[in-house]
């Protein structure tokens, strides 16, 4: 039988104030799919499937999205058409998808759905996670796993039928001064790990955690002079993408450089000698296994033999989470975003900047009072220095009977600027 959705009322209004409000805001963002069509830039296509998108990725020359209704599509014309694989209406959430090869891939999301699919996502089937929600996953073959949950870092090396709760050992102090599971990588059946944050941004420091016993035993590994904001599995190695400090001992101090590391089992890392270069401007964020966003406009692969880039139209409304088959970038925002992508030579800088990265919530932290938000996510962004004072800003919330955002209302803003940006980031 599956668990229903936790069901909040429809249109149910959720008052959120925000203050005092100095330097910066801190905004609560969570995903959405709205109905009906607009124009946000040219050659983009907003997308109405039938289904509210929450996750997108892809699959060679296949594209993946999953959401409310425990839904899942898939595309092979670049987003023009979607094709759904399965569907249970009034289901659970399904918050993230993944695939480790064409014919391997999983989905999860609220109530511990887990599904898996074995034949290139023409059938899925329920494998259980527990009844919390799955916030991250990472899955090296049907067996191996790992999850993060609001509670818990769980994995699993029998498909499902057991979890284990990550553990770091002699050095479990890494859980206590990175609460923050940023990214996970089930690299093969012996090797998984885990990205920790000291806090949900990019920029905040990290440490992994690593296994290469099956998760018989975690060690704590830390990378020196480095920032990274991208870990990943890809080419059959472990991927971290981000800055590092260099000539600190040279007069004037060190400075930052695009950095991207690789490892077969998250101990040793070795550096990239691939031109890194698009990365300097804006750095390579929000990477997956087709690449990094370098600028809004641009996708950098790093991790092929020599680094390939592909350009698209930029967009304001750009958010990390994005998918590429090559040919075509999708990504969520407040609907589903679609446009061709063009490979290229070294392209200049693209247009704005690139959405940063932010993890999950910290481990076990206490649910929120109202609504019970799985999603919710914290932005920073500058205030234009012509903003003074404090402000207390209404932040009114409509959500649906599936438990998503249906609307944003915000009143008391200081300016049109910071009015659009929460109502961009709480949608």
């Not at 440490?207 to 704590?220: H, Q, V, Y």
Request: aromatic content about 8%; charged content about 15%.
């Amino acid at each position: 039988m599956k668990r229903p959705v936790p069901a909040v009322v429809a249109k149910n209004r959720w008052v959120i104030r925000f203050c005092p409000l100095w330097l910066f805001l801190v905004i609560v963002t969570s995903c959405v799919l709205a109905t009906g069509e607009e124009t946000v830039a040219p050659r983009w296509q907003t997308l109405d499937l039938p289904f509210r998108v929450l996750g997108v990725a892809s699959s060679g020359t296949s594209l993946w999205t999953c959401g409310t209704d425990e839904a899942i599509a898939a595309s092979t014309d670049g987003g023009a058409h979607w094709q759904l694989k399965h569907q249970t209406l009034g289901g659970n959430l399904l918050l993230t998808i993944g695939f480790t090869d064409d014919k391997f891939g999983y989905a999860a999301g609220s109530g511990g759905i887990l599904l898996i699919t074995e034949d290139g996502g023409q059938t899925w089937v329920a494998h259980s996670a527990g009844s919390a929600t799955v916030l991250l996953a990472s899955f090296a073959d049907p067996r191996t796993g790992l999850i993060r949950t609001p509670g818990a870092l769980l994995f699993t090396v029998d498909g499902g039928a057991n979890w284990s709760t990550v553990s770091a050992g002699a050095n479990a102090e890494a859980l206590k001064s990175f609460p923050y599971s940023f990214a996970l990588a089930a690299l093969d059946s012996d090797h998984m790990a885990v990205m920790l944050k000291s806090g949900a941004a990019q920029y905040e420091s990290q440490e992994f955690l690593t296994t290469s016993d099956r998760g018989k035993s975690w060690k704590a590994v830390s990378i020196p002079n480095v920032t990274l904001y991208s870990f990943l599995r890809t080419q059959g190695r472990y991927w971290a993408v981000g800055t590092e400090v260099i000539d600190k001992d040279k007069p004037g101090g060190g400075h930052g450089v695009p950095v991207v590391l690789s490892s077969s089992d998250g101990e040793q890392w070795s550096h990239s000698i691939n031109d890194l270069s698009a990365c300097g401007p804006e750095m390579c964020v929000a990477c997956t296994s087709q690449g990094c966003l370098s600028a809004n406009g641009t996708i950098t692969n790093v991790f092929a033999d020599k680094t390939t880039y592909w350009t698209f139209p930029s967009n304001p409304k750009l958010t990390p989470e994005w998918a590429s088959s090559g040919s075509s970038i999708c990504f969520i925002g407040a609907t589903l975003y679609c446009a061709s992508a063009t490979q290229a030579t070294k392209p200049d800088r693209g247009d704005g900047t690139v959405p940063p990265m932010i993890g999950p919530g910290p481990l076990g932290a206490n649910p929120s009072q109202g609504p019970h938000c799985i999603a919710c996510e914290f932005d920073h962004f500058l205030v234009d220095q012509k903003v003074q004072g404090a402000f207390s800003i209404k932040l009114v919330l409509d959500i649906a009977r599936n438990g998503s955002v249906s609307a944003v209302e915000v009143d008391g803003a200081p300016s049109p600027e910071i009015k659009s940006r929460i109502e961009q980031q709480a949608q």
